[in-house]
C-alpha cells in the first residue's frame, strides 16, 4: 500500500471542525486508536456521502487511512447519531453533550484505552432508552466509569459500579454514592 494503513474501528465523533475548502477535521474517538484526528476531503459540501456521518455524536464504524502526516476518514458504516435519537429530549441531549466533551477535555493524543471506550459506547447505546426521572444519574455513572478508566479513581467502592447496567433500579439506588464518589476522585486527583 505504498507506506499507508488502514483501519477500521467503531468510533465516537467527539468534535470537529472546518479543515480548508469543503473539508473537515474530526476529533474521533476510537477502540483500536484512542482519541484520533482524521481529515474528511470535501465532507462539508452537500454533495458528500460522509457529511452526515461525521456530526458531532455520530457513533459507529469508521474507515480510517493513514497518510503521511495524518488520518483521513475513507469511508463509515453502521452509524447513529444520539443527538438525533434523543429527538426532543433537551436534557438527554445535554447530558450526552457533556460526557462528550468530558473526553474531549481529558484525552489527549492516540492511546487506545479499551475500559474508557466501552464506557462512552454504552452510555450512547443506553441513554435513549434512559428516563428523564434517573437521567442524571445515568450521566453521573458515565462519568465516574470514565474517571475510572483514566485512573482518577480506583477505590473498591467506585469500581463496583463499573459492571453495572443503567437500569432504573440501580440508578435510582446509587444516587448519592456516584456522586460523592466523582468528588472524591476529583478532590484527589487535583482535577
Known amino acids: 500500500m505504498s507506506g499507508k494503513r488502514e483501519l477500521t474501528t467503531r468510533g465516537i465523533v467527539v468534535g470537529r471542525r472546518s479543515a480548508g475548502d469543503g473539508s473537515v477535521r474530526v476529533f474521533l474517538y476510537s477502540e483500536a486508536l484512542g482519541l484520533v484526528s482524521a481529515i474528511a476531503k470535501s465532507a462539508r459540501e452537500e454533495r458528500s456521502q460522509l457529511r452526515s456521518h461525521l456530526q458531532w455524536g455520530t457513533y459507529g464504524n469508521f474507515m480510517l487511512v493513514l497518510g503521511k502526516e495524518t488520518w483521513r476518514v475513507k469511508g463509515v458504516s453502521h452509524t447513529a447519531n444520539i443527538f438525533f435519537e434523543l429527538g426532543e429530549r433537551a436534557a438527554a441531549k445535554e447530558a450526552a453533550a457533556r460526557v462528550l466533551e468530558t473526553v474531549r477535555q ?5 492511546e487506545a484505552n479499551p475500559e474508557l471506550f466501552a ?13 428523564d426521572d434517573v437521567l442524571p444519574d445515568a ?18 467502592s467506585a469500581l463496583q459500579f463499573l459492571g453495572v447496567a443503567y437500569e432504573p433500579e440501580m440508578l435510582s439506588s446509587a444516587r448519592g454514592s456516584l456522586v460523592r464518589l466523582i468528588n472524591d476522585g476529583i478532590a484527589a486527583s487535583g482535577l
Open 106 to 110: 481529558f484525552i489527549h493524543g492516540e
Open 119 to 131: 464506557a462512552l459506547w454504552q452510555f450512547l447505546e443506553a441513554l435513549p432508552r434512559v428516563s
Open 139 to 156: 450521566e453521573h455513572l458515565a462519568a465516574l466509569r470514565i474517571l475510572c478508566a483514566l485512573g482518577y479513581v480506583g477505590t473498591p
